[in-house]
Nanobody, 125 residues
Framework: QVQLVESGGDFVQAGGSLRLRCAAS????????MTWYRQTPGNQRELVAT???????VYSDSAKDRFTVSREGAENTMTLHMNNLSPEDTGVYYC???????????????????WGEGTRVTVSS
């Protein structure tokens, strides 16, 4: 099992900045991707930013040009720098890790993913 702990969520005024952090621990094998999702009441979780094992990043249209995702591989942590926040960025931010794991009793691998408990971001207008 992999444990994920998010931190950094806060209450901030529009135009402000926050830095979210996700720390992974436990049975970490080969992490393929680490991703931030945001969820608002009544809605599904939506992707905000992903960083892959090779360093490639993917952002949602709303996050592009304002947010930067990075990963500290040796520490298995992921950081999301959020700038110029707007009320539309409000929500609970979840960390997701996708990693390759050996299927017990076989020589085959599968991808499994894990979620953190989330950290709340509130942006006031």
């Amino acid at each position: 099992q992999v444990q994920l702990v998010e931190s950094g969520g806060d209450f901030v005024q529009a135009g402000g900045s926050l830095r979210l952090r996700c720390a992974a621990s436990g049975a970490i094998t080969i992490i393929h991707a680490m991703t931030w999702y945001r969820q608002t009441p009544g809605n599904q979780r939506e992707l905000v930013a992903t960083i892959r094992r090779d360093g490639r990043t993917v952002y949602s249209d709303s996050a592009k040009d304002r947010f930067t995702v990075s990963r500290e591989g040796a520490e298995n942590t992921m950081t999301l720098h959020m700038n110029n926040l707007s009320p539309e960025d409000t929500g609970v931010y979840y960390c997701n890790v996708e990693q390759r794991e050996l299927i017990p009793g076989t020589s085959f691998f599968e991808l499994n993913d894990y979620w953190g408990e989330g950290t709340r971001v509130t942006v006031s207008s």
